[in-house]
């Protein structure tokens, strides 16, 4: 969050006046004052920041849907559940290329080095000034969101069980025993992506 401050502060005048920066997460009152301090050591005024606190599903969404432009910053993610919700509202997306992000935004144009505040800034200021690049970022941001659901998923897991089971044919250990020690394994190995984790690179 704190790159993406910093970053926020380097764009023209005229973009910071017409796009205030709406933080939505929860914030405590120590850690609000952290980040008003340092948002202010950029030169930023506190009412340029907008914190919106914890945000009940209903809210969340309609911001996903009136946002000028959606920016994820994230560091470490698990899968990336934001920037898929947020494109699946028809958002502008900007992601981090960090871990996951990359398979769910599906994007090299519409990500982002996450530890270059200067890299950040330029995503965000192309996707604000580019009419061209932003209609592509929206129509990218609904497109790309149609190949997840959670039916597919569960067909995409299914799947690799049935190959795992089937490799084991023969070997001597029972279906729940290997799918059990399979199913830890995969947790344990906190490197592999959603997709090595499924099995399923280079299929």
Known sequence: MEALIHAYSLLPQEL????????????????????????????????????????????????????????????????????????????????????????????????????????????????????????KLKQHSLSQSAKFSWDKTALTAISSFAKLLENNEGKGTSPDEFLSFKIDQIAQNESLSEVDRLGLRGQ
């Open 16 to 135: 910071q006046r017409r796009y205030p920066l709406v933080l939505a997460y929860s914030v405590r009152e120590k850690e609000l004052q952290r980040i008003t301090v340092l948002a202010e050591g950029y030169g930023l005024r506190r009412e340029q920041l907008i914190f919106t606190g914890y945000l009940p599903d209903n809210d969340l969404i309609a911001l996903y849907n009136i946002c000028k432009l959606f920016v994820f910053p994230s560091l470490h993610e698990g899968f990336g559940l934001p920037p898929l919700e947020a494109m699946s509202c028809g958002a502008a997306t900007l992601s981090s290329n960090a871990t996951s992000l990359s398979e769910v935004v599906g994007w090299d144009d519409a990500m982002f080095d996450p530890t270059n505040v200067e890299d950040i800034c330029r995503a965000i200021q192309r996707a604000l000034t580019d009419a061209v690049f932003y209609k």
